[in-house]
């Protein structure tokens, strides 16, 4: 069974920075491409940033230069590093595994950017 779980959300100020992970198990994890996307109240699901299974990353403009994706394939770990934190940012921010014919998703976690 596949199992893909988002953590380390929270509030935080503007201009401050957050790091949220995702575990993913079930899935041989070193050849999925990893990405996150995120969901504001009332809008649609965004992308976000990806990391492929050979360490390449691709970012959405709104976060490049801010936000920064990473791996750790030993610990089935995808990380998302968000530094220079808007208010903009709010959003459930979920996990995504993907490879041909297989996608898995986590249940999100909550990043609030409010003073």
């Known amino acids: 069974q596949v199992h893909v779980v988002e953590s380390g959300g929270g509030l935080v100020q503007p201009g401050g920075s957050l790091r949220v992970s995702c575990a993913a198990s079930?899935?041989?994890?070193?050849?999925?491409?990893m990405g996150w996307y995120r969901q504001a109240p009332g809008k649609q699901r965004e992308w976000v940033a990806a990391i492929s299974n050979d360490g390449s990353t691709n970012y959405a403009d709104y976060v490049k230069g801010r936000f920064t994706i990473s791996r750790d394939n030993a610990k089935n770990t995808v990380y998302l590093q968000m530094n220079s934190l808007k208010p903009e940012d709010t959003a459930v921010y979920y996990c995504?595994?993907?490879?041909?014919?297989?996608?898995?998703w986590g249940q999100g976690t909550q990043v609030t950017v409010s003073s």
């Open positions: 995504n595994a993907y490879r041909s014919r297989a996608d898995y």
């Open positions: 079930g899935i041989i994890f070193r050849f999925y491409t």
